[in-house]
């Protein structure tokens, strides 16, 4: 009868080691794998949840950082800092909001917009504003230097023109008329600049408006899109009502509270 075979305590520690071993250059892997791809993909991207404290405007801020597949608590750097700091939170036709966004590596402080707009029933839909531009804030104090030009003339030749008073043809200059540089002068930068959609800067902060014109009565919820994450959790403009129709809500809140108080 054969006798089970026992271990050496040596045979356990390479096998031990050896598990090890294997158990090491498989995270590493994993690990390698998973850097590459969060560092190709945007949407590995996770925001934060709006932070308010006594550091940030009353709006909050909110961070986004580069995440291994998505996962919260595996953070890697942080990729952007985002910070609402004026925002017209009652307004007519024109409306606007500045945020300060500051970028800590190369690309778009912008990608995409989108406008939703209040409906009776409290439910949000999707709605365009009659118009919208974002501008960037230009370099306080700085000058840019701008050319000045004049209009030059030159005679080329002459040619046959027909006089329609004698019918005969007339010999006139022919020209050639081109804008020549002639100097320059210094300007002050504009205070904002006009910023597309997914236009590249470099790392830095920067000051972003957004001017939009809609309809008076509308509450507009205005939500942007900064390195593939939708910021959907700041400030709204809301809308200046008609007279008689803000009398008519008002009235329906009151008849509500009375009811709620006699019950």
């Given at each position: 009868?054969?006798?089970?075979?026992?271990?050496?305590?040596?045979i356990?520690?390479?096998?031990?080691?050896?598990?090890?071993?294997?158990?090491?250059?498989l995270?590493?892997?994993?690990?390698?794998?998973?850097?590459?791809?969060?560092?190709?993909?945007?949407?590995?991207?996770?925001?934060?949840?709006?932070?308010?404290?006594?550091?940030?405007?009353?709006?909050?801020?909110?961070?986004?950082?580069?995440?291994?597949?998505?996962?919260?608590?595996?953070?890697?750097?942080?990729v952007?800092?985002?910070?609402?700091?004026?925002?017209?939170?009652?307004?007519?036709?024109?409306?606007?909001?500045?945020?300060?966004?500051?970028?800590?590596?190369?690309?778009?402080?912008?990608?995409?917009?989108?406008?939703?707009?209040?409906?009776?029933?409290?439910?949000?839909?999707?709605?365009g504003?009659?118009?919208?531009?974002?501008?960037?804030?230009?370099?306080?104090?700085?000058?840019?230097?701008?050319?000045?030009y004049?209009?030059?003339?030159?005679?080329?030749?002459?040619?046959?023109?027909?006089?329609?008073?004698?019918?005969?043809?007339?010999?006139?200059?022919?020209?050639?008329?081109?804008?020549?540089?002639?100097?320059?002068?210094?300007?002050?930068t504009?205070?904002?600049?006009?910023?597309?959609?997914?236009?590249?800067?470099?790392?830095?902060?920067y000051?972003?408006?957004?001017?939009?014109?809609?309809?008076?009565?509308?509450?507009?919820?205005?939500?942007?899109?900064?390195?593939?994450?939708?910021?959907?959790?700041?400030?709204?403009?809301?809308?200046?009502?008609?007279?008689?129709?803000?009398?008519?809500?008002?009235?329906?809140q009151?008849?509500?509270?009375?009811?709620?108080?006699?019950?």
């Amino acid at each position: 009868m054969l006798k089970n075979i026992q271990k050496t305590p040596s045979i356990k520690n390479k096998d031990l080691n050896r598990a090890i071993l294997r158990s090491f250059f498989l995270i590493l892997i994993v690990m390698l794998m998973s850097v590459s791809i969060v560092s190709a993909a945007n949407w590995d991207n996770k925001k934060s949840g709006l932070i308010i404290d006594e550091t940030t405007s009353k709006y909050g801020k909110i961070e986004i950082k580069n995440t291994v597949f998505g996962i919260p608590w595996l953070q890697l750097s942080k990729v952007a800092e985002l910070e609402l700091k004026k925002n017209t939170d009652t307004c007519g036709i024109e409306c606007s909001m500045e945020t300060t966004i500051t970028l800590f590596e190369d690309g778009s402080l912008i990608d995409d917009v989108r406008f939703m707009t209040l409906q009776e029933d409290g439910d949000w839909i999707k709605q365009g504003v009659r118009s919208y531009q974002f501008y960037i804030k230009g370099e306080d104090g700085k000058k840019i230097k701008v050319p000045d030009y004049e209009t030059v003339c030159d005679v080329t030749g002459k040619k046959k023109v027909k006089n329609n008073k004698t019918g005969e043809e007339d010999l006139v200059d022919e020209t050639y008329c081109y804008q020549k540089e002639i100097g320059s002068h210094w300007i002050d930068t504009p205070e904002w600049i006009v910023y597309n959609l997914g236009d590249r800067v470099s790392a830095g902060t920067y000051e972003i408006k957004l001017e939009a014109e809609k309809k008076p009565t509308r509450t507009v919820d205005w939500q942007i899109t900064s390195q593939g994450e939708l910021i959907d959790e700041w400030a709204v403009w809301g809308g200046r009502y008609q007279e008689g129709y803000y009398q008519a809500i008002l009235q329906q809140q009151l008849m509500k509270m009375h009811l709620i108080l006699e019950m």
